[in-house]
């Protein structure tokens, strides 16, 4: 059931950089190890939802309702705004504080679980991708369905905590210059608004 064409298609659609993978990174570049993998399993945990409504067919909905489309649609493009606004707002390194560390790591999961629940488009393209790998002889698709979702989440998760680990080897030459975090900030704050304003102008 698992075909080779299902792997490397998810393979690289989950490599393809997008919204969690620049939030993933960007976390791992300024506050280290532990938050890019909270980052990394807030954007994974955030694709869950899209996953069940594509089984479900929710998704299906969402795509012929243009109200509802348009309200999930402008949610996350303001929330991806906020978020490059808070981003452009940091001031110097970012540290943990050990006494909210764990509350802290919270925090960054909610945001990266965020930014793809708000990203309306995930259901629709979970709609059309995942059934093109179902046989059509197959007993239960619904079971094929659920599968493939789970195998597609292992996937996105050990690519993003790739891409977060990648990111903090290198955190230790982009902390020794304020000027460089200060301008790598305002790049990912930039990267989060163009994105935002994407999406805002994007057509069901």
């Known amino acids: 059931m698992i075909s080779l064409e299902f792997l490397l298609t998810a393979l690289v659609v989950v490599l393809v950089p997008g919204t969690g993978v620049i939030y993933t990174v960007s976390s791992g570049l300024f506050l280290g190890k532990k938050a890019s993998l909270a980052a990394a399993a807030g954007c994974t945990a955030g694709i869950i939802p899209h996953l069940v409504a594509s089984i479900l067919g929710l998704s299906a909905v969402l795509h012929v309702s243009a109200i509802g489309f348009q309200i999930v649609k402008y949610a996350g493009a303001a929330y991806l705004l906020y978020l490059a606004w808070t981003t452009w707002q940091e001031k110097g390194t970012l540290k943990f504080n050990e006494s909210n560390g764990n509350q802290r790591l919270l925090q960054i999961a909610k945001r990266g679980f965020l930014i793809n629940i708000l990203n309306p488009k995930l259901s629709i393209f979970f709609l059309a991708f995942l059934p093109l790998f179902v046989p059509e002889n197959a007993v239960s698709p619904t079971l094929n369905l659920i599968i493939l979702s789970l195998i597609f989440m292992l996937m996105t998760l050990i690519v993003f905590v790739l891409y977060g680990l990648s990111a903090t080897s290198v955190r230790k030459y982009v902390t020794r210059s304020p ?20 999406l805002a102008m994007t057509e069901q």
């Open 179 to 198: 000027n460089i975090i200060s301008l790598m900030q305002r790049s990912f704050a930039i990267v989060f608004a163009t994105i935002g304003l994407k």
